[in-house]
């Protein structure tokens, strides 16, 4: 159990570290992070931190569990987890790249691609990469931070978001390289929540019940819970809630199905339910999203 007061770390912050560059939507990239204030405190981190580390080491942990950077491994962070015992060498470098899971949500194509990313940072949470592979980030991150700063581009936003898609899929291979190895020896609680990102990613359009999702994995709804909060850093209906909204929020931007007709395809009892349901999680109705 993490000791002392959790402070929370956003990306607010991060855009006063060194060397930064950020859009307001939602990122930021630093290839200073030995510039970031040390925290004394145990810090939740707010968005999701991908750093490839270029000089120096550093070590920390992650909801408890001891991590080593060194040159050449990949380190994930993803949203609401942990970070405690932080030191660095002098010389620590990184190229960071911090995303907010709105902005995530806003670039990723499908409801498997949101998870995937995020359920492999939890069990690998440093990855040494290849040579190519350290190459093929290097230069997305240049080109992004390039893309980034031509604020007179118009279509700048739309174009940013596109090359993070595209690094997705190619650390996506990095994820796969990885899990062909398959030395990582897993829980039984890694395991369920495994599980239940499975027949979530099947199974949101029809079933949005926690008790349906215990009942096809032959537990109570209350180990469910417990055992992705303790993973996941979130309860099984914000998964359940995300899904659906990512989903909705796809089918506004880039379909002409009606709100009718993506009612009916996700399940919801009518229209006015699925307004009252998006606009408590979003702030406007599912027509004024697609106006926008």
């Known amino acids: 159990m993490v000791k002392g007061n959790i402070r929370d770390a956003s990306l607010e912050e ?18 200073r992070i030995a510039d970031a204030p040390i925290p004394t405190d145990p810090t ?23 991590q080593t950077v060194k040159p050449g491994d990949l380190l994930f962070i993803s949203e609401r987890h942990i970070v405690d015992n932080y030191m660095a060498s002098p010389d620590f470098e990184c190229l960071c790249i911090m995303v907010s899971t709105e902005f995530y949500h806003g670039f990723v194509q499908n409801v498997k691609n949101v998870s995937s990313l995020l359920i492999f940072s939890m069990n690998n949470p440093v990855v040494p990469l290849t040579p190519r592979e ?21 279509y700048r936003t739309d174009l940013v978001k596109s090359l993070l898609l595209a690094m997705f899929y190619d650390m996506s291979n990095v994820i796969w390289r990885v899990e062909q190895r398959g030395t990582k020896t897993q829980t039984r609680a890694d395991a369920i ?19 349906w999702y215990a009942e096809q994995l032959f537990i109570t709804p209350k180990y469910l819970s417990e055992v992705v909060k303790q993973v996941s850093k979130r309860t099984p209906n914000e998964w359940i809630d995300n899904y659906v909204m990512l989903e909705v929020r796809v089918l506004l931007k880039n379909t002409t199905k009606s709100i009718k007709e993506i009612t009916e395809e996700l399940n919801f009892p009518n229209q006015s339910f699925l307004g009252k349901y998006f606009k408590e999680r979003m702030g406007v109705s599912p027509s004024e999203y697609r106006k926008d």
Do not use: P
């Not at 006063?16 to 290839?31: C, H, I, Q, R, S």
């Not at 997305?140 to 007179?152: A, V």
């Not at 495994?194 to 008790?211: D, K, P, Y």
């Open 14 to 31: 991060a855009k006063k570290w060194g060397n930064a560059a950020f859009m307001n939507e939602g990122l930021v990239l630093t290839d």
């Open 44 to 66: 939740r981190m707010n968005f999701i931190l991908m750093a490839l580390c270029k000089k120096g080491r550093a070590q920390y942990s992650i909801d408890t569990r001891e």
């Open 134 to 154: 350290i190459q093929v980030y290097s230069n997305y991150y240049h080109t992004i931070r390039e893309k980034m700063s031509d604020h007179q581009h118009h």
């Open 193 to 211: 929540f495994a599980q239940f990102i499975r027949l979530l990613e099947e199974n949101f359009r029809q079933e949005r019940r926690v008790g």
